[in-house]
C-alpha cells in the first residue's frame, strides 16, 4: 500500500512496461540527448500534452531531486531574482542546492544550505494554528470545530496572511525567484492545504515577479483521482511542472515542464545531463503513460481511494483517541495517530511503530511520514482493487483494535 515509495503506478513489472524496456534495450541502450533518438521526442509530445497552456517544453532528468534542482536554477535564470520561498513542512528533495527548501528537520542536515530560501508557515487545517471541518478539498474533512461555512475558508485568508509577512519583512521588495509547493504534502504526511489557498499563493508571487513551481513528484498522473494533476485541483496552471516517481513506474526517470519563453532563459549558459532522455527511460515512460490511459487508472484511483477513505473514516470514529485524522484525494491517503485526541498530540514512535509493524507482519505495507513520523502513508500503485482496499482497512482496524486493548490492560 506504499507503491515503492509512491513510485510504482501501473502495478509492479507491469508487462507493457517491461516489454517496451526490453525492446528498446535490444534497439539502443544509451545515447545521450545531444544526438536526437526517436523515443525522445515521441515521448515528450505524449508528456506535454497532458499539460494545460504553454507547458511545452520538457527537460528530462532522473530523479524528483534532479527536477526540483533544475527548477530552483530556472526560476532564478528566468527572473534574474534569487529569493526563492517554500512552505514549513515541505519536501522537495535532498540534493544541496534543493535541500534548502526542504523545511523538515529531520531531512536536514548540520551543513550550509539553503541560502536565499524562505519557509512560509505550513497552511495545515488539522494541526496547524487555524482550520477544520470545512477547509480541504477532500471526501472526508477533520473533526476539528471549524467556524466556516460550506464554501468559504476563513483559514485560507489567515494563513495567506501570513505568506504576505513573508513578503513584506524578508524579501526584497517585488523581487522573488520562485514559490515551490507540493499538490499535497506526501513526505510532511499527506498534509493538504485550505481551499483557495494555493490559487491566492500563485498570484502574490506573480505579482512580485515570481514563477509558480507545482512539485507533481507524488501526486501526478491521476493520483488524485479527479484530475490528472494535482494542481487542477487547486484551479491554477504553474510556470513550472517538476515529476518523478509514478512517471516511470520505478524507472530512474524525472522531468521539468515549462514555457517556451522560460525554457530561453537556460541559454544564458551550457545545460547538459548525461541521463536525462536515455532511451530506455523514454521508452518506459511512454509505455506508462499508455497504460496509465489504456486501464483509467486515474477513474480507480478516485473510485478506490474515496471507498478507502471512507472506510478509513468509520475507523478514526471508531477510535478517535488512537486515529486523529484522515485525509486525502484519490489514493493520496494520510492516516494520523494521536496519543490525545483534543489536543491532536502525535503518536510517540513506539507505539505508532506497534501499530505499522503490526500490519506490516499480517501483510500490508504501509508508509510512514509527518515531521513527528506519525502519519501512515497510503499510496499504493493505483491498479489496487476494492479487494485489495478492504484488505489493508481490514488489517489496519485490527491493529489498532489490539493497540488499544493493549492501552487498556494498562
Known sequence: MFGGIVTVSVGHCHPKVNEAAIEQMNKLWHTTNIYMHPKLHEYAEALTAKLPGDLKVVYFVNSGSEANDLAMLMSRAHTRNF?????????????????????????????????????????????????????????VQSTRKCSCKPDECQACDMYYGQLEEVFKFSLPRGKVAGFFAESIQGVGGTVQFPKGYVKKAFEIVRANGGLCISDEVQTGFGRTGETFWGFESHGVVPDIVTMAKGIGNGFPLAAV??????????????????????PIACATGLA?????????????????????????????????????????????????????????????APHFLEIWEECKDRGVLLGRGGLYGNVLRIKPPMCISKQDADFAADIFRLAIARFAERVARK
Open 257 to 278: 515542464v515549462t514555457t517556451p519563453t522560460i525554457a530561453e532563459s537556460l541559454g544564458q549558459a551550457l545545460h547538459f545531463n548525461t541521463y536525462g532522455g536515455n
Open 83 to 139: 529569493d526563492i520561498i517554500s512552505l514549513r513542512n515541505g519536501y522537495h528533495g535532498m540534493n544541496p542546492y534543493i535541500q534548502g527548501a526542504t523545511a523538515l528537520s529531520t531531512w536536514r542536515y548540520n551543513v550550509p544550505l539553503g541560502h536565499g530560501i524562505h519557509h512560509a508557515m505550513n497552511p495545515d487545517v488539522y494541526q496547524g494554528i487555524w482550520g477544520g471541518s470545512h477547509c480541504r478539498d477532500s471526501p
Open 288 to 348: 506508462v503513460l499508455k497504460v496509465i490511459e489504456e486501464e483509467k487508472t486515474q477513474a480507480n484511483s478516485l473510485a478506490v481511494g474515496t471507498h478507502l477513505l471512507k472506510r478509513l473514516a468509520k475507523i478514526r470514529d471508531e477510535f478517535p483517541q488512537i486515529v486523529g485524522d484522515v485525509r486525502g484525494k484519490g489514493l493520496m491517503i494520510g492516516v494520523e495517530l494521536v496519543s490525545d485526541a483534543e489536543s491532536r498530540t502525535p503518536m510517540q
